[in-house]
């Protein structure tokens, strides 16, 4: 059983930083792909950002140049640095992780979610 736990979310005015973290647990043989996609009310999920296992990386063309996403092998963290932020970053960050269990099976594993808000 792998589990991701998200921290960092919270409130924020416009013009603000966060920092989310997201960390596996449990029977992990290697992580490889990470990411993060957001939610917010009345819409799709949609990606923010993602990292593959050797550190490249891809954004959304809404957050490029604001966010960057960076990643901890050795803790099987990942991590979204935010600035910048708009009232329409306004959502529900879900972590993302494509996870090998042992050397043959994948699991796709998601966070339970954090709410990030950006409001004067």
């Known amino acids: 059983q792998v589990q991701l736990v998200e921290s960092g979310g919270g409130l924020v005015q416009p013009g603000g930083s966060l920092r989310l973290s997201c960390a596996a647990s449990g029977s992990i043989f290697r992580t490889n792909a990470m990411g993060w996609f957001r939610q917010a009310p009345g819409k799709q999920r949609e990606l923010v950002a993602t990292?593959?296992?050797?550190?490249?990386?891809n954004y959304a063309d809404s957050v490029k140049g604001r966010f960057t996403i960076s990643r901890d092998n050795a803790k099987n963290t990942v991590y979204l640095q935010m600035n910048s932020l708009k009232p329409e970053d306004t959502a529900v960050y879900y972590c993302?992780?494509?996870?090998?269990?042992?050397?043959?099976?994948?699991?796709?594993?998601w966070g339970q979610g954090t709410q990030v808000t950006v409001s004067a």
């Open positions: 990292i593959s296992s050797g550190g490249t990386t």
């Open positions: 993302n992780a494509d996870v090998s269990v042992t050397l043959w099976k994948r699991n796709d594993v």
